[in-house]
Structure formats: C-alpha cells, structure tokens
C-alpha cells in the first residue's frame, strides 16, 4: 500500500510538471511581430551658419511597438559639406523594442575658418531595415558661409529628466525656446524658432556700431501630469571666426511646466567695428520701481477669480521690494481683512526670473481670528518695452495652502496664484462679482 501511495504521488507531480511545460497560455495574450508602418517627421528645415555649433532634430515614428529593435538606416547621398568635419549623423537609428517614436539629432560643427556655403543631402531609411516597412526619405541641408566679422550665436539647453517609466525625456520636448536679437529698446531685430536647438549670425553689415541683447522667448510644450515640474539649464555660445568662441551658462533659466509666455533678457552684445563682446545682462532694478498695475488671483472655467491688482515696488539694500501683493483678492474673494503686512523681497536674476524665498506677508481678520500668511513664489520680468512683471505664487496660512485648496476644490485651474501687472500703463481688469469662498476649512 505504501508503494502505491508514493508511486501514486509521483505520477501526480510528474503530470503537475508536464502541464507547466506544455502549457497554451489560454486566456493570456501574446506578442507577436508585426508588420508596421515608420514615418518620418525631418521638422522645418532651415540654413545654418558656419562658425556655430548646432542641431537639427528629425524624428521617427512607427504606427504600433514592436517586441524586438528595429534598426533604421541613414545614409549621406551627396553634397560639398564633409562628414564629421562639417557635420555628423549617425550611421543608423534603433527604435527600441516596445517604443514608437526616437529621434536623432543632425549635428553642424562650427569651423574656425570662413568657407562658402556647403550643402548635402541625406536619405533616412532603406531596405535594410526589417521587421517595418519605411519609405526612404531625403532631407537637404545648407551650411552658410559666415565671415570674419560676423558674431555666431547658438542657444542649446540640456538636463537629464526622466519620466515615470525611467525613459530619457529630451528637454526640446519640454519646451520651445526662441533665440532673439533686441535692440536695448526691446524691439526684436533677428530671429531663430526652429524644431530643436537655436542659431543666428549677427552680420557686421546689419549692425551698427552699439549694444544688443540676446534673448529668449520660452513656453511649454508638455503637459507632464503627475509626472511633475524640472527646471532647464541652457548655454549660448559665442564665437567669431578666427577671433574667439566663449559661451554663458544659465542654471535652471525655465521650469518645464511655465506657461507664462514671457521673454528673457540674457546677454548684452557689443559691436564695435569688427569686434564683438558679450557679457551677461545685469538688469537695472530702477527701472522696475513704481506703481503698478493689473490683475491677480486664480482661474478655472467655472470660476474666474482674478481680481484687480495695484501693487508698489520700491529698492531696498539692492534688493527690489513689493507690497500690496493679493490685498484685493484675500478681501473680495477670500473674505478677510489685512490688518498687518510687510514688504516682500525678490531675488531678481540676470536672466529675466525671480524667486519669492518663503517669507512673512501679511496677517488678516477672519471672524474675529487672526490669521498669519507666508508668500512663496517665482516668477519673470521684462523692463523693455513695457515693463511688466508676473508672479506665480503661494499663500501659506500656517502650513495651509491657499491656491492649492482653491486647485483642489474645483476653484482654478492651477495650484497657484497668477499676478500680471505692468507700470502704470495697463488698464483696470473689469472685475468679476465678488465670490465671497465661505467653506473655508478654518
């Protein structure tokens, strides 16, 4: 009988094994190859300038994943220009396996001599790539001679961001950067807005002997969710053929999720004859003290809680102080009455930002109680042509978020207060009917 039992208990585990080994997957999906599509997206394509180091990006994009690599070729079919000395490319591009979309940069590596313009052409994609089909596609570039006496400027900008899934984000998927050329009035004279990074030569011929400043215009172009907010580090780099080549960093210039559509100034430039200088802007904070005015508050589709904004900036040990920040909105729609405040500090930067370190602002009377508020924030200023500054920020009411209850209670849009005020010239904001918000949690 024992021998039974352990024979019968044998087979049991032997029949087990074989049904692990042989086992259909019934019920469970499968990857299998496929056959999809690739296209190609070369972006707008425009002629660069010798003498700067710049990049074009070109992306590729298949109709569904596949469960291997897919392996596109690039080929260089013609042109004067010559393979990594005026230009690099590489030899293929790997979709990775469970990806639909890479992209690859086309590399312009400045010369140090001024040469006539070059031109060739590329081919993406060809029989050799397996497992998708692509139609080869050509894309023709030109190189532009520059000359001694012309200033080169590049703007590129870099940090290694992640999302969720550990998976590399380009930072020109972040956001949109444009490189201008102002005069010190703020009136635009030159221009570079293409699909990746940014390049212009400022040709002695169309400047006069003078200053010039380098600028940005920047904006959004990711809606990143949960994923959160980074800030972008850029470099602009200078150079003058045979003469110099120089660059400016700038740390943390843009926050990804910044929507403000503002301009930076950066740099000032100097010509003088045939020489070129560069510096970075330092901003004249009396141009920014007065009186200012606007709107103020919160928005969301169902509820437009701006309200109007007349705040006074002043200097103070070097810094630029503001006051009466929010005294209208935390009245008419928050429904308490300042009773205290002090002025605000703004650490304002070279590059056009600012930052509201966390700080005392004011307290108020709500139902007899005092209530104390901390400010926070950050935000951009322009002096020229019309000086404006807008504030992104935060009242925090002993550890209790304002904007941030308004977010979450269906109130706004963004977890933030948004102040956009200008000097004096911005007219009153027609003010909404007062929301008196009484289901505060206090």
């Not at 070109?58 to 005026?86: C, K, R, Y």
């Not at 201008?180 to 009035?185: E, G, P």
């Not at 933030?416 to 000097?423: E, I, K, Q, S, T």
């Not at 004096?424 to 003010?431: H, L």
Request: charged content about 20%; hydrophobic content about 40%.
């Amino acid at each position: 009988m024992k021998n039974i039992k352990i024979l019968s208990i044998f087979l049991m585990l032997v029949i087990a094994f074989a049904s692990c080994e042989k086992d259909d997957y019934t019920g469970y999906s499968t990857e299998v190859p496929t056959n999809p599509t690739i296209t190609v997206d070369l972006g707008t394509i425009t002629a660069v300038t010798d003498g700067v180091n710049s990049s074009h990006k070109i992306t590729l994009t298949m109709d569904e994943p596949q469960i291997v690599d897919v392996a596109v070729h690039i080929l260089v079919l013609e042109g004067t220009a010559t393979q990594d000395e005026d230009f690099q490319v590489p030899e293929r591009v790997i979709i990775p396996a469970g990806r639909t979309s890479v992209s690859f940069d086309v590399k312009f590596l400045a010369d140090e001599l001024p040469e006539d313009t070059e031109t060739f052409k590329l081919q993406i994609g060809d029989e050799r790539t397996a497992n998708a089909s692509i139609t080869p596609v050509t894309a023709d570039f030109t190189i532009n001679n520059a000359t001694a006496d012309d200033l080169n400027v590049a703007m590129s900008w870099n940090r290694e961001i992640y999302d969720t899934n550990g998976a590399l984000i380009s930072p020109t998927d972040l956001a949109d950067m444009i490189l201008l050329v102002t005069d010190t009035d703020g009136n635009v004279l030159d221009g570079a807005d293409g699909g990746s990074f940014e390049a212009l030569t400022m040709a002695a011929v169309d400047y006069p002997d003078g200053d010039y400043y380098i600028a940005t215009e920047y904006y959004s172009a990711m809606d990143l969710g949960d994923q959160g907010a980074f800030d972008l580090d850029f470099t602009i780099d200078f150079s003058q053929l045979g003469v110099f080549t120089g660059s400016l960093q700038f740390d943390g210039l843009m926050n990804s999720i910044d929507a403000l559509n503002n301009r930076a100034i950066l740099a000032v430039v100097t010509k003088s004859g045939t020489s070129w200088t560069y510096a970075k802007y330092v901003p004249d904070l009396s141009t920014l003290v007065g009186e200012w005015a606007g709107t103020d508050g919160s928005y969301s589709a169902s509820f437009d809680l701006r309200f109007d904004s007349h705040i006074t900036t002043y200097l103070s040990d070097g810094k630029l102080m503001i006051d009466s920040l929010n005294f209208l909105w935390i009245q008419w729609v928050w429904g308490e009455t300042p009773l205290n405040y002090d002025s605000i500090a703004m650490n304002m930067k070279v590059d056009g930002t600012f930052t509201i370190a966390s700080q005392y602002h004011m307290t108020t009377d709500y139902s007899g109680a005092p209530y104390d508020y901390n400010a926070y924030g950050y935000g951009t200023w322009t002096p020229a042509p019309s000086p404006t500054l807008v504030f992104r920020y935060e009242l925090d009411q002993e550890g209790f978020l304002v904007a941030d209850w308004l977010y979450n209670n269906g109130y706004s849009d963004q977890p933030w207060f948004v102040a956009d005020v200008g000097l004096a010239e911005k007219t009153s904001y027609a003010n909404p009917s007062p929301l008196r918000l009484d289901n505060k949690p206090y």
